[in-house]
């Protein structure tokens, strides 16, 4: 389709901004060029609300709902014409074009659309989504928020995601889910082949491609799974070690669970990092998922070590978000001897995880 300038005249009286509008278009006329056209503020908000919000407020379902209610009601609310025709500008910007970041699929023309994403760095997330097909019986998984708010924010639809630390697929579940595509690594065979089912049963109404493959992430030919795909790199990376050995899985002395000290486990996470880096992209984003643990008396600050490692490899450090941690139906059942450790012990019962986000710079 030809695009052309087209340069939207405001009517004398109201031009109080310094430059006429310019807006490249699909060559329509703007929606908004009536509302442009009124003699006063009064005969615009009269406008406003008959042809605009009342037509509007009958369609809940529209999806751009909540972005064209917000910017109403500013106008609504709007004491001058500066402020009016600022807003009516914003509406007419989004109605020809998008705004958004190389790395995800946000249009900030209409950031206000986007309320079901998280921007603080306090996560407190009340339930686990179950609205997937999701393995929540396997033990250390993650709840499908965590990899559903990173693929939102960091990857754009048809995008590759690496996860190094399979598990039950949660990540790949959500990639389905979201129209992007992943490749998982797990160690333990039988937990991978399960994975793998679980996800070949789930809808895929992207048509993407989700693979697992079976193997130790910290020497897996990642070039090999790549050229499997035939891509060069993928655009996000997802990694949510063991928390060392708090949850053991299986017995193979390469799993992460099994290293012999804090550091080793530290080594090999870092090993991971180290052999997945060269394919994300540049610029690219990497999250780590990880919590602390408690050991002879003693908090292990292994999230924040788990970090500096990635610091380590070159990551630029982004954000760092605090979750909640629910507790599981065992936990819950010991609560109260819970806070009874705690109160014996001098010490305070985890309720927390990190999401560190990096950069790939
Ligand atoms: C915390 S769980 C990940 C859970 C996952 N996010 C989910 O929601 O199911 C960590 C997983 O990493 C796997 N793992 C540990 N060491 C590994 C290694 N060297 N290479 C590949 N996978 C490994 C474990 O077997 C376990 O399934």
Known sequence: MSKSRVLVAVPSHLNKTTHPVIMTTETKPSTYLDLMECVDITQLKTRLLSEYILPLSKQLNHPDFQFLMTNYTQILEADNWERCFAIIKKLM?????????????????????????????????EKRDRSSTHNSDYWGNFIPQIPNQLLQRFTQKEDWVLD??????????????????????EIQEEA???????????????????YVEIGDSQTFPIQTALDRQGIKSVQLMVLHPPYWNVVPFGDNENN?????????????FELVVHNCTPYLEDNRYAALIIGDIYMDSEWVPLAFQAMQRMQRQGYTLKSTVIKNVNETKGKRDQTELWRYRALNGGFYVFKHEYIFLFQKT
């Open 256 to 268: 992460l669970a099994n290293a012999f000290s804090s550091t080793h486990f530290l080594d090999q």
């Open 192 to 210: 991978a082949v399960e994975t793998a089912e679980l996800i070949a049963d789930t809808p895929n109404p992207e048509q993407v491609n989700t």
């Open 164 to 185: 190094p630390f399979l598990g039950s697929g949660t990540t790949l579940l959500e990639c389905r889910a979201l129209g992007r595509n992943g490749i998982g690594i």
């Open 93 to 125: 910007r989004a109605e020809v074009g998008t705004k958004s970041k190389p790395y995800n699929d946000i249009d900030l023309n209409k950031w206000q659309n986007y309320s079901d994403i998280l921007t603080d760095s306090l996560w407190m997330v």
